[in-house]
């Protein structure tokens, strides 16, 4: 039977490689439309996990892993043999950055070895990790080509980017449409019909460039405005004004006006990163990516600017930074989620302890932490633990944390997420 009708039909395996916050809610929803899934990760742990039941991504209820693990329906697996059975093959694995900003394409590299292995006539194969423009088309296809098979012709070869928003419950895998761009025609016919079973709306593009190119510009969309607004903040608190007051009355000009709103720093795995894989990539035509580069510098400040405004707090109650006890509210990269990657939060903790300060943090959705010290465990926020610490610092606002505790409790509260919206106090520092 043709790939094409195996898809219609729901005959065909879907394989998926690298089962993180992108993958296993991709599982779901191709299981979900009562396909066979067999998805492979390196990680035996999350492995485990997953053959009993367990979901250790928030926006994938164990409940629905156990349901299709029970029925067989999905197959989670460390071994890469099982991809022979594979009609499809979703990379999903990461695209880090090294410690000097150069791209970490090993990941991909790796997955691609693994898939040459098994790739066979009919298959289709989608590279969805997020990475530079031309991955797709000098990276993937000439490994996968090595095998003596054709693309276009004995198999498919396309690249989608994901866009999936950890904790976004309106938007999620499923209604948030799906960008694809085949190495020829015949790959994005066939991708586009895989991912149109499953999704509410597919998008065709021309060429896997165009669509690694596509969610470069959402993420350093993202990136520059969060600088422009983190500049505004820095402007506004040397010419004192309410940066939060400014950009909501900004939002009320219904054209032309999207309010972005400034932090302690960039986190997660996109939005510090991806840029630079763009900017890094377009070097080899000479040319600079000015914008990519001064946003990456202006957003770099910003858990500095968080800690100098302990400082200022401190300094209200006469107290040095240094033998202090800080507290920090919040570690996660945003609210209402578990993810540490890239958390300013990581970030101001390290500083405010080689500046001699005693820290600690509360997050409902982060138990512990490993820093360079070792390891810390979120306190609870009681009253009688409040009292200990010298100031505050609420980093990520999380629903349900109790502000107002926080603020009656603690001599000095800093505030870099607007979790005070409206209130004014003394001992109140706001970004
Ligand atoms: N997390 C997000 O919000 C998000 C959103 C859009 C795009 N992305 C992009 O999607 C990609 C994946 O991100 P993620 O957040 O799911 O990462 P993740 O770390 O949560 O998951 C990646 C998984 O791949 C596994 N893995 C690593 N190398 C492997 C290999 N060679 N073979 C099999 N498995 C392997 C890891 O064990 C891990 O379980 C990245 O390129 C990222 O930039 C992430």
């Known amino acids: 039977m043709k790939l094409e009708q195996k898809i219609k039909s729901r005959k065909a395996t879907l394989g998926v490689i690298g089962l993180g916050?992108?993958?296993?809610?991709?599982?779901?929803?191709?299981?979900?439309?009562?396909?066979?899934?067999?998805?492979?990760?390196?990680?035996?742990?999350?492995?485990?996990q997953l053959k009993r039941g367990r979901s250790y991504v928030k926006d994938v209820p164990a409940r629905e892993v156990a349901a299709l693990v029970r029925t067989g329906q999905f197959l989670p697996t460390t071994?890469?043999?099982?991809?022979?059975?594979?009609?499809?093959?979703?990379?999903?694995?990461?695209?880090?950055?090294?410690?000097?900003?150069?791209?970490?394409?090993?990941?991909?590299?790796?997955?691609?070895?693994?898939?040459?292995?098994?790739?066979?006539?009919?298959?289709?194969?989608?590279?969805?990790?997020?990475?530079?423009?031309?991955?797709?088309?000098?990276?993937?296809?000439?490994?996968?080509?090595?095998?003596?098979?054709?693309?276009?012709?004995?198999?498919?070869?396309?690249?989608?980017?994901e866009r999936v928003d950890p904790g976004n419950e309106r938007f999620t895998t499923k209604n948030i449409p799906k960008v694809v761009g085949g190495v020829t025609r015949?790959?994005?016919?066939?991708?586009?019909?895989?991912?149109?079973?499953?999704?509410?709306?597919?998008?065709?593009?021309?060429?896997?460039?165009?669509?690694?190119?596509?969610?470069?510009?959402?993420?350093?969309?993202?990136?520059?405005?969060?600088?422009?607004?983190?500049?505004?903040?820095?402007?506004?608190?040397?010419?004192?004004?309410?940066?939060?007051?400014?950009?909501?009355?900004?939002?009320?000009?219904?054209?032309?006006?999207?309010?972005?709103?400034?932090?302690?720093?960039?986190g997660g795995h996109c939005i510090p990163i991806d840029p630079f894989y763009l900017s890094w990539?377009?070097?080899?035509?000479?040319?600079?990516?000015?914008?990519?580069?001064?946003?990456?510098?202006?957003?770099?400040?910003?858990?500095?600017?968080?800690?100098?405004?302990?400082?200022?707090?401190?300094?209200?109650?006469?107290r040095s930074l240094k033998g202090s006890r800080v507290l920090v509210v919040g570690v996660a990269y945003k609210a209402d989620i578990d993810d540490v990657r890239e958390?300013?939060?990581?970030?101001?903790?390290?500083?405010?302890?080689?500046?001699?300060?005693?820290?600690?943090?509360?997050?409902?959705?982060?138990p512990s932490i490993r820093l360079d010290g070792g390891r810390l465990r979120s306190i609870r926020l009681t009253p009688a633990a409040l009292r200990r610490f010298h100031c505050a610092v609420v980093v990520t606002a999380h629903k349900g944390v109790d502000y107002d505790l926080i603020l009656r409790r603690t001599p000095t509260v800093v505030d870099t997420r607007n979790a005070y919206r409206g209130r004014r106090a003394a001992h109140l520092f706001k970004f």
């Open 186 to 266: 015949a790959c994005t016919r066939v991708a586009t019909l895989l991912y149109r079973q499953t999704l509410s709306r597919v998008v065709g593009v021309s060429s896997t460039r165009v669509a690694e190119m596509v969610k470069l510009l959402e993420n350093t969309f993202r990136s520059v405005n969060i600088g422009l607004v983190n500049e505004m903040a820095l402007m506004c608190d040397r010419m004192g004004m309410d940066v939060w007051e400014v950009i909501d009355a900004a939002a009320t000009k219904p054209f032309g006006f999207m309010p972005f709103y400034p932090g302690p720093g960039l």
């Open 79 to 161: 071994d890469f043999s099982q991809l022979r059975k594979c009609d499809t093959v979703d990379i999903c694995v990461p695209t880090p950055l090294r410690k000097t900003k150069d791209p970490d394409v090993s990941f991909i590299v790796a997955a691609t070895e693994q898939v040459r292995k098994y790739l066979h006539r009919g298959m289709l194969v989608v590279l969805e990790s997020t990475t530079y423009p031309g991955t797709t088309d000098e990276l993937v296809l000439p490994e996968l080509e090595a095998g003596g098979l054709k693309v276009g012709r004995d198999f498919y070869l396309a690249f989608s980017p």
């Open 281 to 318: 990539k377009v070097r080899e035509t000479g040319f600079e990516a000015r914008f990519i580069e001064l946003a990456g510098q202006v957003n770099g400040q910003m858990p500095h600017y968080a800690v100098d405004k302990v400082v200022l707090a401190l300094n209200q109650i006469r």
């Open 343 to 366: 958390s300013p939060a990581l970030d101001i903790l390290e500083l405010l302890r080689r500046r001699g300060a005693k820290v600690a943090y509360h997050d409902p959705f982060v």
């Open 21 to 48: 916050y992108v993958g296993l809610p991709l599982v779901a929803e191709f299981g979900k439309a009562g396909f066979r899934v067999i998805g492979v990760d390196i990680d035996a742990r999350k492995v485990e």
